[in-house]
């Protein structure tokens, strides 16, 4: 079995407004990086991970792999950013290789797999966690059995689209082989830093983000020490000149958190790292351990300084824990840096203004500004009606931009006014 492993090229209009250092920044997909060495683990070697963002390939580029080899399962992976790329990659890879099985997997399909299956170019989708529903798919594949037992995956029979029992999700993430980075060039990992993964899942329900409900509201932590050999295995592979912990909230089990950062000065790993974080499961005591392990900069999603679009959203913060959580950080050293998303329930021209004068005084090193998009998966995307927003679903492509009209603000002004904060977080830094 001859597998291809894709995380498609990033869209040219991604970034519309330069939000943030993301959109851009060549981090594989480690959702991919799992499956491949879940795969190998199991004896499946001819396998290829193309990251189209991390080697520049467009979607001839990638065309022209598959011409060259004839790969018998393609997976391919995407946000809703990458999606329609995504989409037509597969159409061009079916047309050049019509018996290769095309998979599809990710957060974005697993919320819209009855529209991508409309799509006869794409054979299945995976819905949620991937590692066994991939290796179960070929498996069925090779042996040319019907995929009613796969679990976990939706596909189409006879032009009718049929969804399978849900994967249950794994119970010890330790068991995992860790991602196939060595699948990936050592000086790109190198330069853009080591990121690594420690827990799946987020237990809240803030109405933006589709974390909590892809992956059940329900955390699952790898052990200290597993994470730990993880590390020390990355830095003897590529010896990046950092490292960051991506998980939606490193900070969330405190008794965990320390025991890492212990660990990590045990282990005498002198690197710096930056991790993401809550306001509100943060205290002295914690900023204090962080730095001491080496932890250099922190990132917390505030979203608002209003407590009222806090409250609307979801978030479960308020403006102490948010005061708090800066003056601790910044007592210890730590370069702080708070994301706002600019169009929730509530904004409103006088919010606008409070953030500007928050930004004005704020102690926080940096501060980053997303236009709200309502995420497939989400509750905004769901129940537009109850947060009186309005937006058109479906249109991935500019799922970048400002598209939400709020009952006080329209996307246009929503645009006037983040072009405000931008000018204001740029005279800041100026001073
Ligand atoms: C690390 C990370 C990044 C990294 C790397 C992105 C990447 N390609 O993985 C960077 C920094 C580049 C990044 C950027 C962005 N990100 Co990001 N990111 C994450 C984060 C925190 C972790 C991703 C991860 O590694 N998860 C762990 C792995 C194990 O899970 P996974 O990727 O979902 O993969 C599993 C399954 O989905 C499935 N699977 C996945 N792919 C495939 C493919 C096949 C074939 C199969 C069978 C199965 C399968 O199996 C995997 C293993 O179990 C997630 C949040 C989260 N907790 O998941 C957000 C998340 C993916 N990001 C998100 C967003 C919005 C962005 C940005 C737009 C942010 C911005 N404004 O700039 C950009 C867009 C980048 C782009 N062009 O696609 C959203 C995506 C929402 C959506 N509907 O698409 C998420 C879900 C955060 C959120 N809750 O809102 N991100
Ligand atoms: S924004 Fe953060 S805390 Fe809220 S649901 Fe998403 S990952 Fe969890």
């Given at each position: 079995m001859k597998i291809l492993l894709i995380n498609p090229p990033y869209?040219?209009?991604?970034?519309a407004y330069d939000?943030?250092?993301?959109?851009?920044?060549?981090?594989?997909s480690f959702g991919l990086g799992y499956i491949a060495s879940f795969l190998i683990s199991k004896g499946y070697n001819d396998l290829k991970w193309l990251e189209c963002p991390i080697y520049n390939l467009n979607i001839k580029d990638v065309v022209d792999e598959v011409k060259k080899n004839n790969y018998n399962f393609i997976g391919i992976t995407s946000t809703s950013h990458t999606y329609p790329n995504a989409l037509e990659l597969a159409k061009e890879i079916k047309k050049v290789s019509p018996d290769s099985f095309i998979v599809f997997g990710g957060v974005h399909v697993s919320f819209d797999y009855n529209n991508t299956l409309k799509?006869?170019?794409?054979?299945a989708v995976a819905i949620g966690e991937g590692e066994i529903t991939t290796y179960e798919l070929i498996k069925a594949i090779e042996k040319k059995q019907?995929?009613?037992?796969?679990?976990?995956i939706a596909y189409r029979q006879k032009g009718k689209i049929i969804v399978n029992e849900s994967r249950p999700q794994l119970e010890?993430?330790?068991?995992l082989p860790f991602p196939?980075?060595?699948?990936?060039?050592k000086n790109i990992l190198k330069k853009s830093g080591a990121s690594l993964l420690t827990s799946r899942g987020c237990?809240?329900?803030?109405?933006?983000?589709s974390s909590g409900k892809f992956w059940n509201r329900r955390v699952r932590y790898r052990s200290s020490q597993n994470v730990i050999k993880e590390l020390k295995e990355v830095i003897k592979y590529c010896d990046p000149k950092q490292f960051e912990?991506?998980?939606?909230?490193?900070?969330?089990?405190k008794k965990r958190t320390m025991e890492i950062c212990d660990m990590i000065k045990k282990e005498n790993i002198k690197l710096s790292w930056s991790c993401n974080s809550r306001v509100?499961?943060?205290d002295e005591e914690m900023a204090k351990k962080l730095k001491w392990a080496g932890c250099k900069e922190i990132f917390f999603?505030?979203?608002?300084?209003?407590q009222e679009v806090l409250n609307n959203s979801k978030k479960g913060i308020t403006l102490e824990q948010i005061k708090n959580a800066i003056k601790f950080c910044k007592k210890q050293g730590l370069y702080v840096t708070l994301s706002f998303v600019l169009?929730?329930?509530?904004?409103?021209k006088k919010t606008i203004k409070d953030l500007i004068e928050f930004i004005k005084k704020t102690e926080a090193d940096e501060i980053l500004v997303n236009p709200l998009i309502p995420l497939i998966g989400t509750e905004l995307y769901t129940s537009p009606e109850k947060y009186n927003i309005k937006f058109e679903k479906g249109n991935w492509k500019d799922y970048?931009?400002?598209?939400v009209d709020t009952p006080q603000l329209s996307k246009e002004e929503l645009k006037e006014s983040y072009m405000d904060i931008i000018a204001a977080i740029l005279l800041k830094e100026k001073k």
């Open positions: 869209s040219t209009d991604c970034c939000t943030g250092p993301y959109v851009h920044s060549p981090v594989p799509n006869d170019f794409v054979d019907d995929l009613s037992a796969v679990k976990g010890n993430l330790d068991e196939a980075r060595n699948l990936l060039p237990p809240f329900n803030c109405i933006f983000c912990f991506v998980d939606d909230t490193f900070t969330l089990d509100d499961t943060i999603g505030v979203e608002s300084v209003s169009g929730l329930p509530g904004e409103s970048v931009v400002f598209i």
